[in-house]
Structure formats: C-alpha cells, structure tokens
C-alpha cells in the first residue's frame, strides 16, 4: 500500500536550518509529483511546495521562497525539504503528498519548531 514517511523535524532557533525527508514506498515514486504542506496549531493546512516527478519543475508558497528548497531523488524513493532562514512563523507540523489516480495520500507528518 501507499506509504509516506517523513523525518528530520525538530526544535530549531531562528536563522537556523532543517532538512525534511519523505520516504515512498508502495507506488513508483518517479513518476508523480510531489508536495509538501504544513498546519500550523489552529491554522488551516497551507501549500509550502510542490516538486513535478522528475524535478525539474518547482513551485513554492511566497512565504517560504527563497528559504525552502523542495527536492527529491527518485532512485531513493525518497523527497526532500531543505529549509533555510527559519522564522517562528514556520513552526508547523509538516507532511508531504501525494495524488496518486485521484487520491491523495499523506505523511504523518512531522513538528518542526522554530524558537529561541
């Protein structure tokens, strides 16, 4: 069945640095899009990236372009959110996506947080 993994969350200071990983298994990866989204405690979820399946289009939310970089390798089965400049403002917990024939599936997700 579709899985979808994420990791590499945790408690950053402000102007630091995660790394977010998404492991897919279940489906063949390379040949769907991939997004990532975050909700933060009592907001809606909101769009963050989106990645198409061989990563060479990207396309990112005005609040995190030129922070984020959104990527993956498709030989790991695995997408990737590098984010950079880290605010408070994106303390969230992150998941990634993907819509596979009509469904969406999803992660877990993951708690990033932003704080001194």
């Known amino acids: 069945q579709v899985q979808l993994v994420e990791s590499g969350g945790g408690l950053v200071q402000p102007g630091g640095s995660l790394r977010l990983s998404c492991a897919a298994s279940?489906?063949?990866?390379?040949?769907?899009?991939m997004r990532w989204y975050r909700q933060a405690p009592g907001k809606e979820r909101e769009f963050v990236a989106r990645i198409s399946n061989s990563g060479g289009i990207t396309y990112y939310a005005d609040s995190v372009k030129g922070r984020f970089t959104i990527s993956r390798d498709n030989a790991k089965n695995t997408g990737y959110l590098q984010m950079n400049s880290l605010k408070p403002e994106d303390t969230a917990v992150y998941s990634c996506?993907?819509?596979?024939?009509?469904?969406?599936?999803w992660g877990q997700g993951t708690q990033v947080t932003v704080s001194s």
């Open positions: 279940g489906f063949t990866f390379s040949n769907y899009p």
């Open positions: 996506n993907a819509l596979i024939y009509f469904s969406d599936y």
